[in-house]
């Protein structure tokens, strides 16, 4: 025989929730606990847009204020023309192509041609190069090989010497290498 439920007890919201099964009612209670936390972060969305609301308005009544003002006059200054060209050239130096200059230099000379000095001229575009050698015909090929260099649209020799107060008589010569604008 199957058993039969007997309730006689007047329907009432204790009696509702003496029937209901513990897990709906733990399902109910978390349902509530979400939306309890949806409510808090909807909340917070809120405030933080009416804060960034306040912040834009603030920048934006900042930003007409300092249009609407008149433009400060900026006093005119004289630069005397000496240090003009002290500051023009001071910025040529510092615009000086110097490691392709010193890739090209290196490039083409051999062991036997000893680099003294490089002085570049940056208004007439102009490297100035300084280099010891035992013998003429490493100079003549030194000049050559810098002539094959794209770096340089023109090398010419200068002047050469001998150092007779040197025991090894080292020839010293100068070139002019003309760079290329890039």
């Not at 200054?77 to 290196?106: C, G, H, K, T, Y």
Request: hydrophobic share 45%.
């Amino acid at each position: 025989m199957k058993a039969m439920k007997i309730d006689f007890a007047p329907r009432s919201v204790r009696r509702t929730l003496f029937h209901i099964h513990p897990a709906v009612l733990a399902l109910a209670g978390a349902g509530v606990l979400l939306c309890a936390g949806a409510a808090f972060g909807g909340w917070q969305l809120v405030e933080q847009q009416r804060e960034r609301q306040h912040q834009l308005q603030h920048l934006q009544e900042r930003v007409k204020a300092l249009s609407a003002r008149p433009p400060a006059e900026v006093a005119r200054v004289a630069i005397p023309e000496a240090q003009a060209n002290f500051v023009n050239s001071a910025i040529m130096q510092l615009n000086l192509p110097w490691r392709e200059l010193q890739d090209a230099v290196l490039a083409a000379t051999p062991r036997s041609v000893a680099l003294v000095a490089m002085e570049p001229d940056p208004r007439k575009r102009v490297l100035k190069i300084t280099a010891e050698t035992r013998t003429s015909d490493d100079m003549v090929d030194y000049v050559a090989a810098l002539k094959e260099q794209e770096s340089f649209s023109g090398v010419i020799l200068t002047r050469h010497e001998v150092n007779d107060a040197d025991p090894n008589r080292p020839l010293r010569f100068q070139l002019e290498a003309t760079w290329q604008a890039r």
